[in-house]
């Protein structure tokens, strides 16, 4: 132990602690500093960034042996309050930068460092800056970030008022489809917010801490497990095996397809007897303290029988592959699309056809903040469960039997969650910090590293495709024919609805009359496969975007205007034979046109041997649902001070479900003359919310957004007296009229048949991705200089929100296009080992541009937007590539010595 005095935020604390440990362990668990945030562990992200002696340092990798005596250390809570914000602080709000906030406090930090050392700086020199020092963010696309430093560089300077940065709301009071501030933004700019690990480090004293013993070989028989000398190690509570799990000891997958072939109870909670991926839990730690419980989980002894490990889909497709869950096969679910007539004589007669191979690969999620969540029973003797779930009625439904609990005896909780992207679509610890709390009876808390993070939590699943489409000489579709096959890892839960997901959407966006295909559901050995932004697009659009490009060389055509022949119009159907509720692609296009003459214009102007520019362009489609009949429940109450509250379940994993739901609700009851600041939202709790349905498929803003629009109508109308005024709380109470209102919607949508017909969406996204693209001829590496998308994503609810939405998607789809992998289980296991993309990477130039088409079903005209912006923008990058320099990528990423060996092959 060693002692340091050091000056923290303006006042002297003494520190007593281990040499060894870090200054974020330090700041966080001894002295209550939540605002600095943990993510990589490694020093790769920035956001435990902290400034010590004027220098910015990333407390994560900083053990207290280098902290010098007198230090002076300022972290988040020093540079400004929820009461007194910084002119960054400010900033932040008002571009939207904080949205998941998990990185706020890191970037905030970093930008205070760089406006002290240089007060007036470019935004090339801000980019820098944060290259320089590593600071990550995945949910903005940076570009708000660089727009936020640039203006709070103005008001330090004195030539910005800082009430500039503050929103007004306009003169008729509405809020809708402005840039009104999310409602939790002042609390995670302050580092105000808690997040699951901070939470976990204010829990109770007699809080267990949770370490894993897990798979590290990806297929094994499990012949024994010896905890004995486990046991014996200091500080240990309990180990728990899967004998210790009160009920099923599986989560379910909650199968709704009846041609699957599994029974989808395969998941254990605690592997029994087999190891079906890299990372399996077989055993569970509880201690007093991390290091006690992680150092005993170092001495459990599993006794494991390695078998074959098929780590892709061809693999265990191969004939000699054995079943990784015996009793049912690899293959277990199969999906058909049959639309319009057969397509062999089509494609005999046909002037032209194109094929093609295509593979978008298990991209990873990469949210700066790891897993992490805590179970306890409360006093009721309920199961308490918290998690950065964002299906929490779902997950409860999944987890539930395998824990031995009755579904009304079992609460979940979202805490606010440092993005998930989609990975907390399958319950990831739920169940492991319930049977712990349930087994130990004590409060038990579980957060992973990093690399646990990749490891153990699920990936976009894989697909291996072919496509051929069939044209006349003028470039009119006549027939699609499509055959692929997923990787969806070892567990089967969402992957017949995945599968189901390559037939609605490869193809889409054009009106092709004949089409026939299949896809199947294939099990693995490794990570499983999890919902992920787009779910199914990014790899379904990728081979109908690369091989309209392909179509067009072959006839000659320019790929816009291709696309432009072939767009939805009046009379086309998608691919399930269903009208499209709108028809702006043809406009949307047009919207495009000037700008990407010029594009081409300007790449062959800036061509020179050394570096080749190009253009690429896609169209993105996306639905907003669950198939067919999705339904979605919320409340609106009256409280006795004449506010209003309203409930509901919209999980918030960054998107921005607090200013979806503040947005919706305020619309309606406008009215009623309440301003927005006297709506209270109760969210994402279920024994005190309703069911909303999950926050995934770019359902929430339609689902949830029109059951909060009903209840809040009904709401209004209960106040309305007949002179068309409203009547206040007493005046409710006294015309005995309730003051709580339920509100319920069921989407007007037809579940798909055997042949993928039908009409699951009532509302769907659409999207026109340009990127501007230089290739290093030398190296191979692409850099993207611009991103355009024209987006129909209906009427704009929140514009802050939906362009920090549709940013942040952009430059996932870059990282999905040049670096974002997870094959190597060792390589891909750190943020920066799996391509996560920093500043430099993503262009400061993003053009969005909006065409607003009211959708029917939507609340207000809203549809969805988080996922339209990853549909397809990576098969405009590799587009753009072909155009370059003609290099024609077909199985993601696009790394330099892939597009390297395409040049030297020519």
């Given amino acids: ?195 699951g690990a901070d939470l976990g480090l204010k829990l109770p004293d007699d809080r267990l801490n949770m370490a894993l013993v897990q798979a590290t070989i990806s297929h094994a028989n499990i012949k024994g497990i010896d905890t004995s000398e486990a046991e014996k190690m200091p500080g240990v509570v309990k180990i728990i095996t899967h004998k210790d799990v009160p009920g099923k000891n599986r989560i379910t997958g909650l199968i709704t397809f009846p041609s699957n072939k599994g029974d989808g109870w395969e998941r254990p909670i605690l592997n029994d007897s087999k190891v079906f991926q890299y990372g399996d839990a077989i055993a569970i730690v509880c201690a007093d303290t991390e290091h006690h419980a992680k150092d005993a989980a170092a001495k459990v002894k599993v006794d494991l029988e390695p078998l074959p490990e098929y780590m892709s889909a061809p693999a265990a497709m191969a004939d000699d592959a054995i079943e990784i869950h015996p009793g049912t096969p690899n293959i277990y679910y199969i999906q058909k699309i049959a639309k319009g007539e057969e397509t062999a004589p089509i494609f005999d007669a046909a002037d032209v056809v194109v094929e093609d191979d295509f593979y978008v ?85 579980l957060k992973y590293d990093y690399q646990q993070q990749q490891a153990y939590t699920g990936k976009r699943s894989p697909f291996f495709m072919n496509m051929r489409f069939a044209a006349d000489k003028d470039g009119k579709l006549l027939a699609m024919e499509t055959d692929y096959s997923v990787d969806h890892g070892p567990y089967s839960e969402f992957g017949d609805l995945l599968t189901l997901r390559g037939t609605q959407f490869m193809g889409a966006g054009y009106d092709i009359p004949n089409i026939r295909g299949e896809g199947r559901t294939v099990c693995t050995n490794h990570a499983w496969g999890s919902a992920f932004r787009g779910y199914g697009a990014p790899q379904s659009e990728f081979a109908s975007e690369v091989l309209m490009d392909e179509l067009a060389e072959k006839l000659g055509a320019d790929p816009l205007e291709l696309r432009y022949k072939n767009a939805y119009r009046e009379g086309s159907t998608t691919p399930t034979g269903q009208a499209p509720e709108v028809y702006s692609l043809p406009e949307m296009i047009d919207k495009l046109r000037p700008k990407y ?127 068309g005024t409203y009547r206040d709380y007493a005046q409710m109470k006294a015309d005995d009229i309730p003051v709580h209102y339920v509100g319920k919607w069921t989407a007007p949508a037809r579940d798909c048949d055997a042949n993928s017909q039908g009409e699951p969406f009532s509302v769907y996204m659409y999207g026109v991705f340009m990127a501007e693209v230089a290739v290093d001829i030398a190296t191979g590496k692409t850099t993207v200089e611009k991103m355009t998308l024209v987006a129909d994503v209906g009427s704009v609810n929140n514009r802050l929100v939906v362009d920090g939405q549709l940013y942040g998607g952009l430059a996932q789809g870059i990282g999905l296009a040049l670096t974002e992998d997870y094959e190597d289980i060792k390589k891909h296991s750190t943020l920066a080992g799996a391509g996560v993309p920093y500043i430099k990477q993503i262009p400061d130039d993003m053009e969005l541009i909006y065409v607003e088409t009211p959708r029917k079903d939507g609340p207000f005209g809203a549809a969805g937007s988080g996922e339209l912006p990853l549909t397809s923008p990576h098969a405009a990058v590799i587009n753009g590539i072909y155009n370059a320099c003609g290099v024609r990528v077909t199985r993601l990423p696009a790394l330099p010595e892939k597009v390297l060996a395409g040049l030297q092959a020519k």
């Avoid at 998690?387 to 039997?401: D, F, N, T, V, Y």
Wanted: proline share 5%; net charge neutral.
């Fill in 1 to 195: 132990m060693i002692t340091r005095n050091i000056m923290l935020n303006g006042s002297n604390k003494v520190v007593i602690a281990s040499e060894n440990e870090t200054l974020a362990t330090i700041l966080r668990a001894q002295l209550g500093l939540t605002g600095t945030k943990v993510g990589c562990g490694q020093g790769q992200c920035g956001a435990c960034n902290v400034i010590m002696d004027g220098k910015l340092v990333r407390s994560c990798i900083t053990k207290l042996s280098r902290v010098a005596d007198g230090a002076t250390v300022t972290t988040i809570e020093g540079i400004g309050t929820p009461a007194g914000l910084h002119p960054l602080q400010l900033a932040w709000v008002a571009y939207g930068c904080a949205q998941c906030g998990f990185c706020s406090p890191g970037f905030i930090v970093s930008a205070k460092v760089l406006l002290d050392e240089n007060p007036d700086p470019t935004r090339d020199q801000v980019r820098e800056w944060f290259q320089k020092h590593r600071n990550v963010c995945r949910c903005t696309g940076y570009k708000p970030l660089v727009d936020a430093v640039m203006d709070a560089a103005k008001v330090l300077r004195g030539e910005m008022a800082a009430d500039e940065l503050n929103f007004k709301i306009p003169e008729d009071g509405r809020i809708w489809g402005t840039k009104y501030p999310r409602p939790t933004a002042i609390a995670k700019v302050t580092g105000t917010l808690d997040y």
């Fill in 361 to 445: 690969g298990r991209q990873p999620h990469l949210p700066i903040e790891p897993d992490v969540g805590f179970a306890y029973k409360n006093d009721d003797g309920k199961l308490v469960v918290h998690s950065k779930s964002i299906g929490l009625h779902l997950h409860a439904a999944m987890i539930a039997p395998g824990m031995g609990v009755e579904l009304e005896d079992l609460i979940m909780v979202q805490n606010p969650a440092g993005g998930t992207f989609g990975y907390k679509f399958s319950p990831t610890m739920e169940a492991l910090v319930g049977v712990a709390a349930l087994v130990t009876g004590r409060p038990c808390f």
């Fill in 597 to 723: 003459t010029a594009a081409l214009d300007k790449a062959k102007a800036e061509s020179t041997d050394a570096v080749k520019k190009g253009v690429g362009v896609s169209i993105g489609v996306y639905g907003c649902g669950l198939d067919g009949p999705d339904t979605s429940e919320a409340w609106a109450e009256l409280n006795k001070d004449n506010t209003v509250t309203i409930f509901n379940c919209w999980e918030d994993h960054g998107q921005g479900a607090d200013a979806g739901t503040l947005g919706v609700a305020y619309e309606a009851l406008r009215v009623t003359g309440i301003t927005p600041d006297r709506i209270r939202l109760v969210m994402n709790d279920t024994s005190k919310a309703p069911n909303s349905g999950p926050a995934g498929g770019s359902r929430s803003q339609v689902m949830a957004g029109q059951a909060t629009k009903n209840a809040a109508e009904a709401l209004a109308a209960g106040m309305k007296k007949p002179d």
